[in-house]
């Protein structure tokens, strides 16, 4: 079966940083765009990061752009998003997502609270 299992959040101080991971199984990790979103409670999921599937090219929101890093070993079938100077604003339910052709496939996310 396809699963995406996200890992890596928790409780952070503004200014900090977390690394997130997305562990990939029951697809061809390597021939898939990979995404990261996040959604707040009351808002709607918003993209934050793409990395193709050579990892060769990547994407940002602008609200994050210069803070975070997305990448991947395809060798270990994960997704990576490297966040840095955290704030408040960045806490939400962080989410993976596959992307190739006509399959998606969603983890069900991981929980990145800012907060002193």
């Known amino acids: 079966q396809v699963r995406l299992v996200e890992s890596g959040g928790g409780l952070v101080q503004p200014g900090g940083s977390l690394r997130l991971s997305c562990a990939a199984s029951?697809?061809?990790?390597?021939?898939?765009?990979m995404s990261w979103y996040r959604q707040a409670p009351g808002k709607e999921r918003e993209l934050v990061a793409t990395?193709?599937?050579?990892?060769?090219?990547?994407t940002y929101a602008d609200c994050m752009k210069g803070r975070i890093t997305i990448s991947r070993d395809n060798a270990k079938n994960t997704l990576y998003l490297q966040m840095n100077s955290l704030k408040v604003e960045d806490t939400a339910v962080y989410y993976c997502?596959?992307?190739?052709?006509?399959?998606?496939?969603w983890g069900q996310g991981t929980h990145v609270t800012v907060s002193s």
């Open positions: 997502k596959a992307v190739r052709v006509w399959s998606i496939y």
């Open positions: 029951g697809f061809t990790f390597s021939t898939y765009t």
């Open positions: 990395v193709t599937s050579n990892g060769a090219i990547t």
